[in-house]
């Protein structure tokens, strides 16, 4: 009994320090938030403003927004694809939103809800072209890109679509959480039900096993391509509704809305864990690495570093990231950790 308490398990050889260490390595999120607390002491070393009421909300404001797509990003990089269209995505909905509402005099509901089905639309589209069609994402979601950004001047005549409906703005400058708005709490609440799907349901295991591993999938009874256009589907969705966020947020439909969102979402999500090659990673991981991403960028902002430094650093970041992507991948999955590296249970995948 005795040794069976020392040792963890009868028959288990012991395990040495430096194994002990790879395991807890294994662990993306470890990294990132060891990450993340050395950032934020040395901007706040540097300057302590960085950690005021205001720059903090300012960071966790931002981090809502992307934060919200970056759920359906990891969710679909999970089953393998991604999605560089998203910001225009957002920006397409929020102006074909504000412009239901100004132009055809639409309820605010009905407005907001064909805002975000106009992003489910483009997300089935991307999905089906992907899967259906065998173009590559990359090629498809940054053709949508280009696509969205021309709509959006198309509808908007290249100027902002004003004035919203009072109950609209009002959405925008309520503070119902720490004096953060609406979209932090639908961020919060969507982020802790998509943990838990992809940690604790059979969905979230068929979603990693397509990712992972799609002809092995498809051979357990798998439809990996109705999970791939789902998860398009998803991230077009949630794009929409970031979308809906931010117009309420500035009161107004701006052809702004989601500029550079593409690479921030992929940035922050690859930084905090998750493969860019499917099948592995977290959501606490990647949402994780959206705040440390922003928490650079803010950081950079308060000390005073030029702009273009700031996209640079952003860069480099995610360099570093999709290499150690490539190491962990290397070294553990190898090497048998598969489940440390994707941060769920391993156990036997269900047919649907």
């Not at 302590?48 to 009421?53: K, R, V």
């Not at 990089?77 to 999605?83: Q, R």
């Not at 004035?163 to 961020?187: C, D, K, M, Y």
């Not at 591993?213 to 391509?225: K, S």
Request: hydrophobic letters at 55%; a neutral charge.
């Amino acid at each position: 009994m005795e040794y069976a308490q020392a040792s963890g398990k009868l028959g288990e050889p012991r395990q040495s320090a430096h194994d002990r260490v790879l395991k807890l390595l294994a662990v993306s999120e470890v990294g990132v938030i060891g990450a993340l607390a050395l950032i934020v002491l040395l901007f706040y070393a540097m300057e302590p403003a960085f950690l005021s009421d205001r720059n903090i909300r300012a960071i966790f404001t931002v981090v809502s927004f992307i934060g919200i797509i970056a759920i359906g990003q990891t969710i679909l990089l999970v089953n393998g694809e991604f999605d560089l269209s998203v910001g225009s995505v957002a920006g397409l909905s929020a102006v074909c939103s504000a412009k239901m509402m100004t132009g055809v005099a639409l309820p605010v509901p009905v407005a907001i809800l064909g805002g975000i089905l106009i992003g489910a639309a483009v997300g089935l589209l991307n999905g089906v072209v992907v899967v259906r069609l065998r173009i590559p994402a990359f090629i498809q979601t940054l053709g949508m890109l280009f696509i969205g950004q021309g709509l959006i001047q198309v509808v908007t005549g290249g100027r902002p679509v004003y004035p919203l409906p009072t109950s609209v703005s009002a959405i925008g400058f309520e503070r119902p959480l720490l004096g953060l708005g609406w979209s932090f709490v639908f961020f919060i609440i969507a982020a802790v039900v998509a943990d838990f799907v992809l940690r604790h349901t059979v969905l979230g295991r068929n979603m990693y096993a397509t990712g992972g591993n799609p002809e092995v999938a498809r051979l357990v009874g798998i439809n990996t391509d109705l999970y791939k256009i789902g998860a398009f589907v998803l991230i077009g969705s949630l794009a929409g509704t970031a979308g809906m966020f931010v117009m309420a947020d500035l009161a107004s439909g701006t052809t702004s809305i989601g500029s550079g969102w593409e690479l921030a979402v992929i940035a922050g999500v690859v930084v905090g864990g998750v493969s860019l090659f499917g099948g592995a990673g977290t959501m606490a991981g990647g949402l994780v690495g959206i705040l440390l991403l922003q928490v650079v960028q803010s950081g950079l902002v308060v000390v005073g570093v030029n702009a273009n430094w700031q996209q640079i650093a952003v860069g480099v970041i995610m360099v570093l990231a999709v290499g150690l992507d490539i190491l962990r991948r290397r070294f553990f999955i190898a090497g048998g950790s598969r489940e440390e590296v994707v941060g769920v249970e391993a156990s036997p995948i269900k047919s649907e």
